[in-house]
């Protein structure tokens, strides 16, 4: 068995990202009247980055397990999908920038009508897409195009037919997140710049 956790400098990170977000956005509402429909907008973004500062809070009591029988998420929000329930796989990439330099990826896996999202700011991410990509593979199961493309980008796979020939191991920046190579000659960056990590506002996602 083998077992993933989220950095704690990510979660840190985020969470001060997530606060000074929720403390611009909440702190008008208290302080300053507003007509209702800024009440309705500072409201609405207050209540986004609340939830993001939460969720990005569980995961500092939150891991991630696989084995022969399966793949788990421990701690709040539990979640276990057996391997002999699982029914899709998905990879994608989020960009946070314009340029596509910085951004992050999501492996979602659904069975048993659950659904699993795990971000590349856990430890030993390519391993455990590995691990989900094998298991896809014996049960026969369809991976979308993106999927696949962003599986060639971390060097899981071989390049694609019309590929010119940019595939490769990926490399990593400072914090440890994998810097894909998401389109032919572009450098792609998994990295913490944006909100949207949590699907708040991700420029563009694959």
Request: hydrophobic share 40%; net charge neutral; proline share 6%.
């Amino acid at each position: 068995m083998t077992v993933h956790r989220y950095e704690r400098g990510a979660i840190a990170w985020d969470m001060a990202r997530g606060g000074l977000g929720l403390l611009v956005t909440g702190l008008p509402l208290v302080v300053t009247p507003m007509a209702t429909t800024m009440t309705v907008i500072f409201g609405a973004l207050a209540t986004l980055f609340g939830v993001y500062v939460v969720r990005t809070w569980l995961r500092t009591a939150q891991a991630v397990e696989v084995d022969a029988d399966g793949i788990r998420r421990t701690g709040p929000l539990e979640i276990d999908i057996p391997w002999a329930d699982l029914d899709s796989m998905g990879l994608r990439y989020f960009s946070t920038r314009r340029d596509k330099n910085a951004g992050w990826m999501e492996l979602k896996l659904t069975g048993n009508g659950k659904k699993l999202p795990v971000e590349s700011s856990i430890d030993d991410f390519e391993g455990l897409v590995r691990h989900c990509m094998l298991v896809s593979r014996r049960k026969n199961l369809e991976l979308s195009e993106t999927t696949l493309d962003n599986l060639r980008a971390l060097g899981l796979m071989g390049p694609a037919p019309e590929a010119d020939g940019s595939d490769g191991p990926p490399s990593f920046d400072s914090s440890g997140h994998i810097a894909p190579k998401l389109e032919p000659g572009l450098r792609q960056g998994i990295g913490r710049q944006g909100i949207g990590r949590q699907g708040i506002g991700p420029d563009r996602d694959r």
